[in-house]
């Protein structure tokens, strides 16, 4: 059958349907001479011929390719341009980007794996990078403690991209720190003293590894390490006595900063206030 719409041309909404794009589309391409109608009416009123039709399908089978319009103007213009090759182009260019998009999507899931697990490392590889000792489940009760807390989502953005070998580190640095703090009590170091404040800046720094840790955070930190029964038991298994010592000498170098321990709250690098310590 012939469509008696083409005697005269096909109007810009009908041609818009046909080819599946808006008449907003056909009105740019036609601004910017890649596709025009060639009939008036006299009505003055333009119409797409059967021709200007068939370059209108070239266009939108380029366009999905995902050619620019520079480019899709250049292969039904241009006789001396190589489809061939263009396309070929097209294809490297679009290997390219679903490259960059899978190294997107593994650390989308990275990410989301972080802020729901924290730890991305297997039971296995946990024992072995931060000891026998350690419980795996930890992370997951951590998340339970400290998921409301901005310093989760801080914790989670570092464990996306920390490695095996990153996590050993950070363990490595944080056990030698705890046997210095047991040499440290043993060798009756004061609280308050130059020595004791070192070791106070210390901890503030290899924690921070984790998340940013201020003095007054680590203040409730230093509370918290001697009033929870399963962080008592950890550090007084270092040394007897150690998780009252720890928390005195946290408090003695806030007080050095201007801090007093006894009103310090949760409060992060910005300012925000947070609940008054980790429960």
Not at 22 to 31: A, S, Y
Not at 87 to 113: G, K, P, Y
Request: charge should be negative; glycine fraction near 8%.
């Amino acid at each position: 059958m012939v469509d008696p719409e083409l005697d005269d041309g096909r109007t810009v909404g009908s041609t818009a349907e046909l080819l599946g794009v808006t008449v907003r589309t056909l009105h740019h391409w036609d601004k910017i001479g890649l596709a025009s109608p060639s009939v008036r009416t006299t009505a003055g009123y333009r119409r797409y011929t059967d021709a200007d039709l068939q370059r209108l399908h070239r266009i939108v089978a380029y366009r999905e390719t995902g050619l620019g319009l520079d480019a899709i103007r250049a292969v039904l213009d241009d006789a001396t341009t190589e489809i061939g090759a263009t396309l070929r182009e097209q294809r490297a260019q679009l290997a390219e980007r679903i490259h960059d998009l899978q190294q997107l999507d593994e650390r989308l899931e990275r990410m989301t794996e972080a802020h729901e697990h924290g730890i991305l490392l297997s039971d296995e590889e946990q024992s072995a990078t931060f000891g026998p000792n350690w419980d795996p489940r930890g992370s997951g009760q951590a998340r339970v403690l400290w998921g409301d807390f901005p310093q989760w989502a801080q914790f989670a953005e570092r464990s996306a991209s920390r490695t095996r070998e990153q996590w050993r580190s950070v363990s490595e640095a944080m056990s030698t720190l705890q046997r210095d703090l047991g040499d440290a009590l043993d060798q009756g170091m004061v609280a308050g003293s130059p020595e004791a404040n070192a070791l106070v800046e210390r901890h503030r720094e290899v924690f921070s590894n984790l998340f940013p840790l201020t003095r007054q955070m680590q203040v409730c930190l230093g509370r918290m390490f001697e009033s929870d029964q399963g962080f008592a038991a950890y550090y007084d298994g270092i040394r007897a006595g150690l998780a009252s010592w720890f928390r005195q000498i946290i408090d003695e170098a806030a007080r050095a900063h201007g801090i007093d321990p006894d009103t310090a709250t949760w409060q992060c690098p910005t300012g925000s206030r947070e609940p008054a310590r980790p429960r």
